[in-house]
């Protein structure tokens, strides 16, 4: 789901540029094998102010890293292909400040019982995960903005 939802974002975020905002919050879940991982990854390239391009590169190459033997080494790699300094994304794999980052995300989220992923909100809503997430987010972005939504 996680992934269906990611382009449909994108998508999303293009078509209102100036009426949409979207906040991410990490809430891993222990079910999936690397999801801690990949969350450490993108808040430690979010502190060299690259967690965008993180996200959207975890998303892209999902069906590499998902099968690896060692994901540290691989999301190590991505932020290689971003230019990131690798010494400081190292540190901060580990760092207090991105463990704090995703425990103050996980509290946030329990704090609202969530229990899956994804979740989205649209001004305080809990948006429903449809099997076209694209279509009724528009939808609800639409009535939110009060207009029609584009072609």
């Not at 939802?5 to 809430?27: G, M, V």
């Not at 790699?77 to 190292?90: H, T, V, W």
Request: net charge negative; with cysteine; aromatic share 10%.
């Amino acid at each position: 789901p996680c992934f269906k939802l990611w382009p449909a974002l994108k998508n999303l975020e293009k078509d209102y540029p100036e009426s949409l905002s979207i906040t991410f919050r990490q809430h891993p879940l222990a079910l999936h094998r690397y999801a801690m991982e990949a969350a450490r990854a993108a808040e430690a390239a979010g502190l060299q102010d690259h967690f965008w391009e993180m996200y959207d590169m975890l998303y892209l190459r999902r069906s590499e890293w998902v099968r690896v033997d060692n994901a540290r080494t691989y999301f190590t790699r991505c932020a290689l292909d971003l230019g990131l300094d690798i010494d400081r994304f190292a540190k901060d794999l580990d760092s207090e400040e991105v463990a704090k980052r995703i425990a103050a995300d996980q509290s946030r989220g329990d704090s609202l019982s969530i229990d899956r992923t994804p979740v989205v909100f649209i001004n305080g809503k809990k948006m429903e995960f449809t099997p076209e997430p694209e279509e009724g987010l528009r939808k609800e972005i639409e009535a939110a903005l009060g207009k029609k939504a584009p072609e």
